[in-house]
């Protein structure tokens, strides 16, 4: 029986060598930890300049070249920060603990106070604010906001560090936080004009034959959440309008409470071909459950969703571009100011600037606007609007109780002489 011998198993030759050693050890550098994917997806989403998306990366990886991290390869006579002089260069401590780092996280608009953060890594308090399930911000844009924020401040930290160790003339403190935030202002202003440009390329589009659309969104004023959600037929006539005021502080639970309520009136309707549109991924992904965690706030209306889905299975749910769901959203921010909690009457009480301007996704001169909504309804105002639901709607009988009645300043008010209370059935069958 031979003897054992020792062999090298990541070698092919089982023989053990210096080359052999070195890829070994850097094959475990390079094998990602649990996570690493997650960060990584979360980084290239991000809604951010590209060269900010590779510095988040550098930095959340470690591959910065600090004095500390230098000093592994070879040795560093000052390895100290160029801020402190005191404790050892990293990256860590660069962005987290040196007293400058804090100061200016201090100086910016959102006033971030690092002890606050201290007991987690850069990787780790980026996870934070990038979940989109977060808490911390009220809505999707302010989260956005800081995080760009976030970025910037990193990138200006670093290159004050640069400045300093490479003897050029560093910014005072106040300068740097001036720039971060004229840095942060021109990105949203980027943003913008890149949203504007794109706008001509979307548009909403009709449901097939036989279909019907419900577009949903929410919208938040003064702590206040207001719902709404418009259905369109195959013809891109209105057929439905709710809205509802919900007692809830954050988007994305709103959002879904926004398809819960459709959903539900939808099934009771017996409509068997709908298809449910949302400009929230976040509420999308939880009815889809495509591997996202529910907020233990809104199972209750996701199971909810999800029953009434099984009872109608060839129903879709799917995300829809801002830009295509200014309809819901023009209701829901018209809620703001008219209060109106349940079923929208038909034409003629339609509000104007929302629906025919905004809302039906046709682009109307001032003049056209004007004209359609004059007491003898024209043939643009009819193909718009459907004429059977406006035919429908003059012929209701006034009620006791008033009504809203549209105004010039866009809003609705009390007609003071009555109007007419004009039930949902109105505006057509939804089926």
């Not at 470690?62 to 390869?73: E, S």
């Not at 202002?185 to 440009?197: N, Q, Y």
Request: with cysteine.
């Amino acid at each position: 029986m031979e003897p054992l011998k020792p062999f090298w198993a990541p070698s092919k030759s089982v023989k053990f060598s210096a080359k052999a050693a070195f890829n070994a050890i850097q094959l475990s550098k390079s094998t990602p930890t649990p996570g690493d994917e997650g960060v990584g997806k979360r980084i290239w989403s991000l809604d951010v300049h590209n060269r900010l998306k590779l510095f988040i990366w550098r930095t959340l990886f470690d591959t910065l070249p600090t004095k500390g991290k230098l000093g592994h390869f070879f040795h560093i006579v000052e390895p100290e920060c160029p801020f402190c002089l005191f404790q050892e260069e990293t990256s860590h401590h660069l962005f987290l603990r040196c007293p400058f780092a804090e100061r200016l996280w201090l100086c910016s608009k959102w006033q971030v106070r690092l002890a606050l953060w201290l007991h987690l890594s850069l990787r780790e308090w980026f996870m934070q604010i990038s979940n989109p399930t977060s808490r911390d911000f009220p809505d999707v844009d302010t989260q956005l906001e800081f995080i760009t924020t976030w970025a910037i401040t990193l990138d200006q930290i670093w290159k004050a560090r640069n400045d300093r160790t490479h003897g050029n003339v560093p910014q005072q403190l106040d300068t740097i936080a001036r720039n971060i935030l004229k840095m942060t202002g021109e990105h949203f202003v980027a943003r913008r004009t890149r949203k504007v440009r794109t706008q001509n390329n979307e548009e909403w589009t009709p449901p097939p034959q036989d279909w019907i659309k419900v577009n949903t969104d929410v919208a938040f004023k003064d702590d206040k959440c207001f719902t709404a959600f418009i259905v369109r037929d195959q013809n891109s006539t209105v057929t439905h309008a709710a809205t509802k005021e919900i007692f809830v502080n954050n988007a994305f639970i709103g959002e879904t409470r926004a398809i819960r309520i459709a959903a539900e009136l939808l099934h009771k309707e017996e409509c068997e071909l709908v298809i449910v549109e949302s400009d929230s991924i976040v509420a999308i992904q939880w009815i889809k459950g495509e591997d996202q965690e529910v907020d233990i706030a809104a199972k209750t209306d996701v199971k909810k969703i999800k029953k009434i889905w099984n009872c109608r299975p060839k129903w879709d749910f799917s995300k829809i571009s801002r830009l295509c769901n200014g309809m819901a959203h023009g209701l829901a921010k018209w809620n703001h100011g008219a209060n109106w909690d349940g079923p929208i009457p038909p034409p003629p009480h339609f509000p104007k600037t929302y629906f025919v301007i905004r809302g039906l996704d046709h682009t109307l001169t001032s003049a056209q606007a004007d004209d359609a909504w004059s007491r003898r309804p024209t043939e643009e105002f009819m193909r718009l609007l459907g004429d059977r639901a406006y035919k429908h709607a003059l012929e209701r009988q006034p009620h006791q109780r008033p009504v809203p009645q549209l105004c010039r300043n866009q809003l609705w008010v009390d007609a003071a002489g009555g109007g007419s209370e004009v039930e949902s059935s109105a505006w057509g069958s939804m089926h």
